[in-house]
């Protein structure tokens, strides 16, 4: 069982940077595979990022691609998100998940934070 908290959301301007925390209770935090995904009001939940179990491996969706980065840090049970170069159109709540593998996929993931508010005015 794991339980994902996420902080770090709030309100930015447009060209602003944010990064998202992902804390993890439980032991086994190292085995799983973290995303982030997003969901904007009226629209469905969509892949942000993935990181591997090890933090060697990364995936990005396009549209974040060069702005954003994943991150984890194992010894603190942390997944981070950076995000830069922030635009309107990356508003939405952010979700953390763990997962048996790295997918861009909600359904691969077993285990969903609460959600963190991203705001990026113009």
């Known amino acids: 069982q794991v339980q994902l908290v996420e902080s770090g959301g709030g309100l930015v301007q447009a060209g602003g940077s944010l990064r998202l925390s992902c804390a993890a209770s439980g032991r086994t935090f190292g085995s799983y595979a973290m995303g982030w995904f997003r969901q904007a009001p009226g629209k469905e939940r969509e892949f942000v990022a993935a990181i591997s179990w090890s933090g060697g491996s990364t995936y990005y969706a396009d549209s974040v691609k060069g702005r954003f980065t994943i991150s984890r840090d194992n010894a603190k049970n942390t997944v981070y998100l950076q995000m830069n170069s922030l635009k309107p159109e990356d508003t939405a709540v952010y979700y953390c998940?763990?997962?048996?593998?790295?997918?861009?996929?909600?359904?691969?993931?077993?285990?969903w934070g609460q959600g963190t508010q991203v705001t990026v005015s113009s």
């Open positions: 998940a763990a997962g048996n593998s790295r997918s861009y996929y909600t359904w691969a993931y077993d285990y």
